[in-house]
């Protein structure tokens, strides 16, 4: 596959699976065509950590770009707590953190059934996106009517710009996130059996709400040169998302990622 350059708007970089060889993962990335990875927190430890393994890899790859989120995940949501609020506010305000999340509900109950402590959780990421002014990485699974009401009751005017994360539902959804002004992620799901259905909803997003993502270490693409990396997806295999994008929307893999970059670049408010 010739090389595109492009950015991965979610990649999930202090996960254990990346432990023993985080150098070489980033150099396959960059070998790829990756400029840039933003760097996903599900919880405000991992926010933390994600941020010092930023810290840490910039200077050893001058040449990736390598932001951070900043959130906690609806799976993951601890009891609340104003000493908690604190801590994720600081994470939020550390340097190269550019979007509060992952956060969102998920009502998959076999996970974490508390949807109301979700629910408060998710409330408080609305509001320090609106005090931060930074942009908003969403997560949303078997909870569209909770999750839209309550950022409608928020006010969208009060948010700056928002992704809906590895979308994966209906139509209906879609287009509700589009006509809310949402950017919408797309990943290795579409390379998968499982993601069929997408191919088809593909052409209902405008190239201008389109970004390109992994969710790496999950989310392999199924083509056999991913499934080389210790059984996980990693930043390298973005251009095969890239490519199955590309052949669904007929268009050239280069005018795909030139607008997917611009698009990531919009959103999180970088530059590369």
Not at 164 to 171: K, L
């Amino acid at each position: 596959m010739r090389r595109a350059l492009m950015m991965d708007t979610c990649f999930n970089l202090a996960a254990t699976e990346f432990a023993l060889d985080l150098p070489d993962v980033l150099r396959r990335a960059a070998s790829a065509g990756i400029q840039g990875l933003v760097c996903t927190g599900s919880t405000v430890e991992n926010s933390l950590m994600t941020s010092r393994l930023v810290q840490e890899m910039t200077p050893l790859f001058p040449d990736l770009g390598l932001w951070t989120t900043a959130g906690i995940h609806p799976l993951y949501t601890p009891e609340y707590s104003e000493s908690e609020c604190k801590r994720l506010e600081e994470a939020i305000a550390l340097p190269g953190v550019v979007a509060v999340g992952e956060t969102g509900l998920d009502y998959a109950e076999k996970f974490n059934p508390n949807k109301s402590l979700q629910r408060q959780w998710f409330k408080t990421h609305l509001q320090l996106a609106a005090d931060t002014g930074k942009a908003l990485f969403l997560h949303e699974r078997e909870a569209f009517r909770d999750f839209v009401s309550i950022l409608e009751e928020f006010g969208l005017n009060r948010l700056e710009k928002v992704c809906v994360h590895c979308f994966s539902g209906s139509r209906e959804q879609l287009e509700t996130y589009l006509d809310l002004g949402f950017y919408i992620g797309i990943t290795g799901i579409v390379a998968q059996k499982r993601g069929a259905h997408l191919l088809d909803l593909l052409s209902l997003i405008p190239l201008d709400r389109l970004v390109l993502e992994t969710d790496a270490p999950y989310l392999t693409p199924q083509v056999k040169e991913c499934k080389k990396y210790r059984r996980r997806n990693e930043p390298c295999c973005l251009p095969f998302v890239a490519r199955a994008v590309a052949d669904q929307l007929d268009i050239s893999v280069d005018e795909l990622t030139l607008q997917t970059h611009r698009n990531s670049c919009n959103l999180f408010g970088i530059g590369i």
